[in-house]
Each structure stands twice: as C-alpha cells, then as structure tokens.
C-alpha cells in the first residue's frame, strides 16, 4: 500500500525545510484558547457533579449537611490559601514577562508550596470528618465533589512542578513564557472552582 | 532489545503495559493493607485499578508523552518532523504527528471496530431469528447488543468523523497540520485503547457489560466486573473525543488560510467546527455519570441507592445531557460531508450557505435542551415533558432546512451519479424518514406507547445507519482518492450501496410495524406473535452484513492495486483538491490564498483558493529545526 | 413538469397514506386512551407520509431530469446561491405544522395525565427480577396476585414499584407506561374498556431475565371480577392460615403468593400450572416439566433450581434460597401441592 503522503513533484527537498508556517486567522493566541477550552470541559465536569449535589440535596431532600457538619472554617481557610496561590502564580507570571529570574524562581516555589498546603489540609479533614462515602448519598455527593477538586489540585500541582523545573532550568523568559502561562490559567480555574465547590457544600 | 525497549514502540508499549500491571498490583495491595481492608488482595480490586491506570503506561510506552516529558523537564527538544508522515506501512502503528497519518490510523481502526460491532448484531439477529432461545443464553445476549451499541458509538461513529475531518479539514482551511499535532496522535492511540477494553469484557468473570451502551443505574452499578470495563473504556473515548475537538476548534480558529474568513470556509469545516463545540461541552457528562457508576461500584457510594438518598434517575439526567447531543456528534459531521459531496457532483454552489452554517449552529445550542425527551416514561415529574417536547419539536425545523437545502442544491445541476452520489441521495431520503419518526417520538402521547420497543429500534437505526453511515460511505469514497491517490472501483462500489440500501430497508424498516404491535426492545426473545416479522429481519440482516465485505474488498484491493487518481479528479473547488493525491508530506509549499467562496460552481474562472509558490528558503534555516513553545 | 412532479407527489402521498394506515399497527384498544392514541397516530402518518414522498420524489425526479448526459462532463449548473423567498417559506410551513402537532398533542397529554377522580381503584403494581406482583385492596381485603386482574370500565390507577433494578410496566393494549424505578412511586391511571386476556410486557432491561418478565392481565366484567378477587383472597390467604390448617391449602397458598414475610417469590410468579390458575412463562410449564417427577425431585428442583435447566431457559433466573424463606411446613405443603396437581391427583 501507499505511503499516505509522497513528496510531490513541485516540492523542493523536505527534509531541508519543515511545513509552512501556518498563518494566524486570530489574534488569540493558540495554545491560550487550547487551554480555555479545556477548562470549559473541566467546568462542564464539575458541572454534572454540581447537578449530583443538586439532585440529592434539593430533589431528593437527603439530610444535608452530612454526618454532624462541615468544617466551615478549615475549609475557608483553604480558600483564603488557594487565592493566595493565584496571586502568587500571577506575580510569577508577571515575573516571566519582566525576566525576573528570582521573582519567577520564588514565586512558582511559593505557588507549589501554598497549593500542597490545601491538599494537605483536605486530606486531614477527610480523615477526621466523622462519616464515610458510603455513609449517605449527600457524604457520597460531598466526597464526590471535594475530591473531583483534589484531584485537579494534584493536576495542576503536577504542572506547577513542571513549570518550576523549566523555571530552575532558566528554561523560562520575556521570549518564551507560554509554557508557564498556561499551567497558570489552569492553576486559576482550580483556584476558581474551589470557591464555587466551597460556596455551594459548605456555605450554602 | 534493550535498545528496543528504550525508543518510543511497541516493544516498549508491552513492556509498559506489564510494569503498569505491577503497579497497579502494588497499589492495590498496598492501599488495601494500609486501610486495613481484608483480603489484602482482591483480584476484582487490581483489575478496576488496572482498567484505570494500564492504558496509560501503555500511551507512555508507544511515544505519546516523550516529547512533552522532554520538555516539561527543561531538556533541549528538537522538532526535526522525524515522527511526522509515512514512509512506509510501519508509520502508521506508530505514533506520528502527520493529521494525514492519523486520519488513516482512525479510519482503519474505527472500521476494524465497525466490523466486530457489527457482528454483534449478526449475533444479535441470529438469536431472535425464532422465538426461544437459539444459540447463546440471555446474559451473552444481553452483552452482545451492548457491546454492539457501544462500539459502533463511541468506537465507529464518532471517530470516523473524526479521522476524515483530521485528514481532510486542515487541508482544506489551507493549514500545514492541526493546532496540537502531538495532542492529536495521544487522542488517537487512547482509541484502540478503549475498544481493546470493551472487547476484553467478555473474557472477565460474569461476562461483558451487559447493561445497554445506556448502562443506567442500579442495574450497571449491581453488574458484574465486565461493566467495569465498559465505565472506563468509556472515559478513554470520551476523553479521545474532547482532546480532538479541542484540536478542531482551535485549528479552525486560528489556522485558516488568509482570505478564509468564516463565511467562505467549506461546510465541512463548519460542520466540524459545530461538532467539536458540542463534544467539548457535552461530553464531560458522561464521563461523569461513569465516574459516579464507578464511585459506586467500587467504593461504595450512594450516588443511586436510594436507601441511602440517593437518586437513580439522577443517573439519566446526567447521561442523557451528553447522550442527546452525542447524536448530534454523530450526525453533524455526516451533513458536512453531503454537502460536500453534493456541491461536486450537482457542479452547483450549496443551496443557501448561510442558513446551512446557522442551522448547524442552531442544532448545537437546540441540542442541548432537548435531553428528557429519552425519559418521557422515567418517572420523572410530569411537568417537564410539555417543554422537552416543544424542544424537540423545534429542532425539526433547522434539520428540515438542511434537507430542503441539499434538494434545492441538487434541483438544476449536472447531476454525476456514482458511487459517492448514490450514498448522498441515499442518504437524503433514508435520513428525512429517520426524521420524521423522531417527530413522532418527540410527541410524547405516541411515545409513551412506543418507548423501548423496536419502534425506537427502527429509528435510531435509520438515523444512523441510514443517516450517519451512509455519509461515512459517501464521505470514504469521495476522499479514497485524496488518501491513497488510487481510485475505488466505481462497479463494486454501486452493488455495495444498492445491496446495503435494499437490505437495509427490509431490515429496519419492519421494525417500527413490531415495535407499535408491542414488541419490546433488548429482549433475548419475544412472544409468537412476532416470529414471522423477525425471521425476515434477520435474514435481510445477514444479507446487509455480507454486503459490507464488498466495501472491505474494494477499499483494500483498490488501495494495493486501483488506477492511479490524478490531483483532482472530481473538479472540485475546494482546497484539499488542487494538491497532489496523496499530499505532500506538509500539505504545501507554502499556504494558499482565499479568494473566493468554496461552492463557486457556474462561475466561469471561478477560483476558491490560489495555491502560493513557497519563498526561497536557504537551507539549514530557521524554519528547519525549532524549540517547541517555550 | 414540476405541476406533474406535484401529481405524482399528490398521488404517491395518497397511495402511500391508504397503504400506511391500514397495516395492523396497534394492539386491541383495551383502553379509554387507546382510540385517542391511535387516532393521533393516524394524524401523525397522515403528514407524514406526504414529507417522505415529496423529499424522495424530488430526490429522484433531480436524478431523472438533470442527471449528467454523455458529454456534459465538464459543464456546471447555474451558480444559484439561495432564495429567500423559498428559505422562508420552508422554514415557515414546517413551523407550523409542528406547532399544530406539538398542540395537539400537548391537549392529548394533559388529558392523559388528568389525575385519576377520587376513590379510583388504586393496584400496586411491583416489579421484581424477573417477574410482577400486584396488590389491590378489595372489599375482601388485600389481595397479592401475579396475574393482573381489573374490572371492565372502571378507573384504575396504577401505582408501581421496583425492588431491584429498573423495570416498566407496560400493557401494549391498554397503551400506557412508566418505569418502576427503585427508591420511588411512579405511577398512571386508565380505564380498561375491553373484556379479556392482554399481555403485561417489561419495557426496560432489568437484566438476563428481561424478556421473560412477560404476564398477563384479564378484564372482567365487575362482578366476575369481585368474585375472583374474593376466592383469591381465600386461597391467598388474606388472614394466615391457621397451624394445623389444610396441608393443601397451605401450599396453594405459597404456590399462587409466596411468602411476603420473607420476600419468597410466588411459584406463580413464572410457572404456569393449570390447577392453581398461573399463565406466567417466565420458567417452564410445570404441567409439562414434572409430568415424571416424584415429590422428592420437585423438592430438590426447588431448593437447589439451577443444579439443572430445562432447555431453553436459563440458569441464574429462579430463586435459589427457597430452603431458607420457606418454612419447611411451607415447603412441604408446596411440594405436596404442586405434585398432587401436576399429577392430576388435587
């Protein structure tokens, strides 16, 4: 069978040049609108999970919250540090665009470090919540959620890390930043979420 | 060997795949010691971690992240294009970033599914030739029709769409490639991946799922392991599905050619464009309502038990919200395709463009509102019915623009009526009789009598067979030159389309007669009284399988062997045609220039796009190896 | 030539609109809605037959007239882009024939849905895996049957529950469904207008046995229907059998309503054996299967169910913990019971 593709005839040599350069049909630029995207996915995601909780607490009227009640505060709290790490990624951001090296280099570390603090605080209360997924369905659509959460947190965690490699690598400057602006925005999509996930089960 | 396993391969896929197996042994026997869950190990228990987990070691291992660790890691990255086209037939079981290489590697595998899903319902009509019970038990049956469903769904429709738009699209908006190459090849391999599960189902303990490609709760959370396999493998398609429509979406937007603006891109590429919208915004919702069926298989949550306050019809909520508009999914493309196809061969522009671009998009926000019309006798509150059947009922109108459309296209022209024509006419009217029974169901006082019989049988069928699959064919057969640059032979192709039409007729079309006399649908059997009407259904069904391998034999023996094709032996206009079949390795020397519509047919020297010279490059330049972003 | 495409449009539709509605698509109407379904229905193909015809024939007449003769290869067609005109009018007329649908049968739906009057008979209908109980209250007290009996033209309100999984009750004659879904009570109400034995059908998989969840219903006029209820209620055993009771009465009882106690399905349930009045077909017909069997195989056939199956059906389906929710006063009743019957011996 053929090759799907043969060079043509008219075609200089390929192996000396690569493809054209495709032309911009858009000022937005490529890999931005590539990750916005994403994130619609991401919030429709979240957004079948919302219509769990939805569905259990108001239609089904299941005893909300569950077990003896949510920890308001602790969890405030993790929403105060996550909107510390946005403000973080955002300085680190402005410090690649400024090529501050240091800025980038303190700034990514802190971000990382504020972001591994929320898990950390998480996994504890789910230790000491007092009742279990299988508990009740509203348990279920609480751990269901804060967990859907988390488990982004680990993702743009591991993102972070890969930022912070490029970063200590010198990888990362005025000219080629958008391999750490796009793990930012997905870093402030987690951060957003969590103020939704926190306003609706345990504020609401 | 060690060599072997260190380079991206299969060599190395295997061996992943068995180190993943380890792990996931590990994890589970780990975890399950640390909580104290006896015992320790728990076959069922590996295996729902490994249904998890070993397909991504097996992506790792074939090459789908090596560039991006690369990078991530801060190490140089060389874009050479030493992964991108094929040389040879060893590209293509590779992992190669070439659009034209993928959009093969889709096709071949989405018909290998085809194939094995359709011999499923051969399975399915051999067992409901005559009443009592045939060949195989109700729970093998019951399997049968699910996988059946599920394949050509999720494994076929869908991603065939896909694999011609990934070949053809970018050509024709006059890119060098997609957006995310690398992203396109990962969506890609995550394809074999989930039919390989869903397949492999029916070697686990219980047998395959078994519980319908609906799998609704509790009957898919109380299933066996098998529906395990089918609640993943869905999330690998899913999430194969969203990485390629985000690739669309943003290819489209920002690698049109100069001069494309909107209004003058093919309705292809619209059509596309439409699709990928609604993959990327409904799809995430049954990847939940799977997540949710796991979580509660697997660890014990009350999603749906409603002991627990849970919500069983929360689970068709949730489903239906991305499985209406998935036949959406499977539908829009096919439309850009006809009309495609109809542009060419009536020589005449599309009838009214401009309605043909908004319909599409009326179709994708309609589609969104119409989702409890698949639960009209649920049980849910009576009052949603009224307006999910206004819904439904309006999304007849923009679909009955399309088919006006196309007829009105047709209606003057110079009609060329060949193999690719056939599918498209074919179409036109198999699909309008589709429509019409959907108008029905939408009216829910004949619903309510109708629903899970084989009336919706019949529908779904002539929606997508006689819709969706008769654009596949047209679509297949209008590119086979294009791909291979060998023409199909035109006689083979004719019986193909008469036998699948004829047989597919007296297949499916007895069943919306059975299903109004109360013949229910997903039943290993059935009463006496509809023996007669299901022999018949199942001897033209056998017939409509056999004319498949006619389709099978002329692509393969035309691809070694067919006549050479020439660039552009359709006359079309668009893009795609004014380079050589098969293309260059990178589609141009340099990107062509829009000036005009694409459907300017009638116009003498009407021209769509100007293909440029490429600007003399010195060699060992710039543009020859480059940092990825950085 | 487009005023003959119109007739041959015209002719078509009407041919094709005689042909549609007289083939023999609906079960007997057993219902008060069943003529308004099935009248909608004709309405239904009487607009619908003429959009198929009209798409296919213009379909087919384009090919006729226009298709592409020996030397026309390279030519085009016109460069018609549109008419607004002719957009508007096709986007306009379907709008109003499926409003005027969409409101008929918006008002057929209310009326379908119109809460049953008060005092409405009122049969709990349960599914199971893989067979159907009803419960009605009668005069005679609560009746448990596995074989759906109602009076002719009385409202009827069905009110139905699932226990497992779930299913949909549905009667193909009376036109009506709803799913039985676990953890709710769904329910629709009708009048039966028609005297006889209809089909009960499940209309949603509920697993391996799905297609045998296949009983009946029987209307009867309302005194016929009081008196069966009556003996039922009887044999049934409305109030529990006192200790001592007939040995033969007692395994009537369990053969024809199990044990609600302990949830022990109703041999009636799925087997049909003459002597205690069940049709269902859900498993073998008794009468014939243990034509040669002694008491002491039934009992084995009935404790351990799937050590052998009879061709055909399936292993996995029939309740194998009859040992534990049947006393063993009950099951030797039953075991009694069920070989005096097949044996002709009651």
New interface residues.
């Given amino acids: 069978m053929e090759a799907a593709s043969i060079p043509s005839p008219v075609a200089h040599d390929d192996h000396h040049h690569g493809p054209p350069e495709a032309n911009q049909s858009s000022r937005v630029n490529r890999e931005v609108l590539g990750i916005l995207l994403f994130i619609i996915s991401e919030i429709m995601l979240f957004g079948a999970f919302f219509a769990a909780y939805f569905f259990i607490r108001v239609v089904s009227a299941d005893q909300w919250p569950p077990g003896d009640g949510l920890p308001v505060a602790v969890a405030a709290t993790n929403a105060a540090i996550l909107l510390s790490s946005s403000v973080t990624m955002h300085w680190t951001d402005l410090s690649a665009k400024r090529g501050n090296q240091a800025g980038m280099r303190i700034g990514i570390v802190t971000t990382f470090l504020l972001g591994c603090t929320f898990l950390f605080i998480q996994i504890n209360e789910y230790l000491h919540l007092g009742f279990q997924p299988k508990t009740s369905a509203s348990a279920s659509v609480f751990f269901g959620l804060t967990g859907l959460h988390g488990a982004h947190v680990v993702i743009g965690l591991l993102l972070l890390w890969m930022s912070a490699v490029r970063i200590f690598k010198g990888k990362v400057g005025p000219a080629n930043y958008k391999g750490l602006e796009v793990p930012g925005i997905y870093w402030h999509f987690v951060d957003a979420m969590w103020i939704v996930v926190f306003t609706t089960i345990y504020v609401l | 060997m060690a060599a072997k396993i260190r380079q991206p391969g299969w060599y190395r896929a295997i061996a992943f795949t068995f180190l993943g197996i380890a792990v996931c042994l590990g994890l589970s026997t780990g975890l399950r010691a640390a909580f104290n869950v006896d015992p320790v190990y728990d076959g069922t228990a590996v295996l729902q971690i490994s249904l998890l987990m070993v397909p991504i070691f097996f992506l790792g291992g074939i090459g789908c992240f090596d560039y991006w660790l690369r990078w991530a890691s801060g190490r140089k990255v060389v874009d050479d294009h030493a992964d991108h086209g094929a040389k040879s037939w060893r590209d293509y079981f590779k992992v190669n970033t070439d659009h034209k290489v993928i959009g093969i590697q889709y096709i071949t595998v989405s018909f290998f599914f085809m194939f094995i899903g359709g011999l499923m319902a051969m399975l399915v009509r051999a067992e409901l030739a005559a009443p009592g019970r045939q060949f195989i038990d109700p729970n093998t049956y019951n399997g049968a029709f699910s996988v059946h469903a599920t394949l050509l769904i999720f494994l076929f429709v869908i991603p065939v769409f896909a694999g011609i738009a990934n070949y053809v699209l970018p050509l024709m908006i006059g890119a060098p490639d997609m957006a995310f190459p690398r992203l396109n090849a990962l969506s890609f391999w995550m394809l074999p991946l989930a039919g390989t599960m869903m397949l492999l189902s029916f070697l686990a303990p219980g047998g395959s799922f078994a519980a319908g490609w609906t799998a609704y709760a509790p009957l898919s959370v109380d299933a066996p392991i098998g529906q395990s396999f089918f609640t993943i493998a869905v999330q690998f398609a899913g999430a194969s599905s969203i990485a390629t429509a985000l690739n669309f979406l943003v290819t489209i937007i920002t690698m049109r050619a100069p001069g494309m603006t909107f209004f003058r891109m093919p309705l292809l590429v619209w059509a596309n464009f439409s699709t990928s919208l609604l993959v990327v915004i409904a799809t995430p919702f049954i990847a939940a309502s799977q997540f949710m069926v796991l979580l509660d298989r697997a660890l014990g949550f009350n999603f749906f038990s409603p002991a627990a306050g849970g919500d069983v019809l929360m689970y068709q909520h949730v489903f239906w919200f991305y499985s209406h508009p998935a036949v959406y999914i499977m539908m829009l493309p096919g439309f850009g395709i006809i009309s495609e196809v109809l542009a060419t061969r009536a020589r005449k522009p599309v009838f009214g463009y401009r309605m043909m671009a908004f319909s599409l998009l009326a179709i994708v926000l309609l589609g969104f509102t119409v989702w409890a019309h698949h639960m009209f006798v649920s049980g849910m509150s009576n009052w949603i019915r009224i307006p999910m059947m206004v819904t439904t009922a309006i999304i007849a109108i923009p679909t009955g623009i399309k088919i006006f459309s196309w007829i009105a296209t047709l209606w003057r022209g110079v009609l060329k009526i060949d193999t690719p024509m056939l599918w498209a006419v074919g179409f036109i009217s198999m699909f309008t009789l589709g429509g019409i029974s959907g108008v029905m169901l939408a009216m829910v006082p004949l619903d309510i009598h109708v629903s899970d019989t084989y009336f919706i049988v019949a529908h779904i069928h002539y929606v997508l067979f006689g819709g969706s699959l008769f654009t596949i064919f047209a679509g297949i057969y209008f590119w086979f030159p294009k791909m291979t640059g060998r023409m199909f032979n035109e006689r083979l192709g004719k019986i193909h389309f008469w036998l699948t039409f004829i047989f597919f007729n007296v297949t499916f079309a007895p069943m919306h007669l059975i299903g109004v006399q109360g013949m229910p649908r997903r039943v290993s059997d059935y009463a006496d009284q509809f023996a007669t009407w299901n022999m018949i259904i199942s001897i033209s069904s056998f017939i409509l399988g056999l004319s498949s391998l006619i389709f099978l034999y002329n692509m393969i023996v035309s691809w070694r062997s067919g006549p050479k094709a020439g660039d552009n032996p359709w006359n079309s206009l668009t893009i795609e045609w004014q380079v050589s079949s098969p293309p260059p390795i990178f589609n141009f020397d340099a990107i062509p220039s829009v000036v005009g519509g694409p459907y300017e047919y009638g116009v003498p020297g009407a021209v769509h796009a100007v293909l440029n010279k490429a600007e003399p490059v010195a060699v060992g330049a710039a543009s020859d190896s480059h940092e990825g972003t950085d | 030539m487009v005023l003959a495409l119109l007739a041959i449009i015209v002719v078509a539709s009407l041919i094709g609109i005689a042909i549609v509605l007289v083939?023999?698509?609906?079960?007997e109407q057993g219902s008060n809605v069943a003529p308004?379904?099935d009248t909608?229905?004709d309405v239904?193909i009487v607009v619908?037959v003429p959009?198929?015809v009209a798409?296919?024939s213009?379909?087919l007449f384009?090919?006729w007239r226009?298709?592409?003769m020996p030397g026309?290869e390279g030519?085009?067609?016109?460069?018609?882009?549109?008419?607004t005109k002719?957009?508007v009018i096709?986007?306009a007329v379907?709008?109003i024939i499926?409003?005027a649908?969409?409101a008929y049968?918006?008002i057929?739906?209310v009326d379908?849905?119109s809460a049953p009057a008060k005092g409405t008979r009122v049969v709990q209908v349960t599914g199971i895996q893989f067979a159907w109980s009803f419960t009605t209250k009668t005069d005679a007290g609560v009746v448990k049957t596995n074989r759906l009996y109602l009076p002719v033209n009385e409202p009827v309100k069905f009110d139905?529950r699932s226990k497992?999984?779930?299913h949909?009750f549905?009667v193909?004659a009376f036109?009506?469904?709803?799913?039985?879904?676990?953890?709710?009570t769904?329910s629709y109400s009708l009048t039966p207008t028609k005297l006889g034995t209809f089909?009960v059908?499940?209309?949603?998989?509920?697993?391996?046995?799905?297609?045998?969840m296949?009983q009946t219903v029987t209307v009867l006029p309302r005194e016929r229907y009081d008196a069966v209820m009556a003996g039922i209620a009887d044999e049934a055993g409305v109030k529990p059998l006192p200790a001592g009771a007939d040995s033969a009465a007692l395994g009537k009882q369990v053969f024809v309503a199990g044990n609600p106690q302990t949830g022990a399905t109703a041999c009636g349930a799925c087997h049909t054996m003459k002597a205690a009045g069940t049709n269902a077909v859900a498993g073998p017909n008794l009468d014939e299967m243990l034509a040669e069997d002694n008491a002491a195989s039934i009992k084995e056939m009935i404790v351990k169910p799937n050590i052998e199956i009879v061709?055909?059906?399936?292993?996995?389906v029939m309740p194998a913990n009859y040992a534990s929710t049947l006393s063993k006063a009950q099951l030797d009743a039953l075991v009694k019971y069920i070989d005096q019957s097949v044996h002709g011996k009651g």
């Fill in positions: 083939l023999p698509w609906f079960p308004e379904i909608f229905w239904l619908s959009v198929f798409v296919t213009m379909v384009s090919i226009w298709r592409q026309e030519l085009d067609g016109p460069p018609i882009h549109g008419s002719l957009e096709w986007t379907p709008t499926i409003a649908l969409t049968a918006a057929l739906l379908i849905q139905v497992d999984v779930i949909d549905w193909p036109r009506l469904k709803v799913d039985a879904v676990p953890g709710i769904t089909d059908v499940c209309a949603e998989l509920c697993g391996l046995g799905h297609a045998y296949r061709k055909g059906y399936s292993k996995g």
